[in-house]
């Protein structure tokens, strides 16, 4: 059911969780595994863990997939083998610093790389209306 959507957290609430589960193993941790913990972290209920989307994707491993996306791109945690993450010393830093939540904006100032990734074009790399257009000759 819909509801059931509106009680688990959206995935950039994930963001800072994922990054203390893998500083708490010191190890290399499966995605499988992250879903589990993540799930226990927000004491989620057996109907919001097994909430599927319209697509049929289970909504907990959607939402982690997309926070680890995020905090991949910003140099916050490598992927050594498939399906496998681990905390990098930036990933590491960020949580030194002992932030509330970790947003966008916490990660592009920590990362130029996810700045990068984050800055998308609104009219296309190649329109005059874009910063940093230069005309093709």
């Known amino acids: 059911p819909p509801t059931i959507y509106k009680m688990i957290p959206k995935f950039k609430m994930f963001l800072k ?3 203390e589960i893998l500083l708490d193993s010191r190890c290399m941790v499966s995605k ?22 319209s697509s049929n994707l289970n909504v907990v491993y959607d939402r982690v997939s997309w926070a680890l996306v995020y905090i991949r791109k910003s140099g916050m945690i490598e992927r050594p083998c498939k399906g496998f993450m681990i ?12 932030p509330e939540i970790i947003t966008n904006k916490i990660l592009g100032e920590h990362s130029a790389e996810f700045a990068q990734y984050q800055y998308i074009p609104k009219y296309g ?8 257009y230069k005309k093709r000759a």
């Open 17 to 19: 969780p994922i990054l």
């Open 32 to 53: 499988k595994v992250l879903v589990e913990k993540v799930a226990d972290y927000f004491n989620l209920t057996i109907e919001e863990r097994n909430a599927t989307t």
């Open 87 to 98: 905390i990098t010393d930036k990933g590491e830093a960020l949580l030194a610093e002992n």
């Open 125 to 132: 790399v190649n329109d005059k209306r874009t910063i940093g």
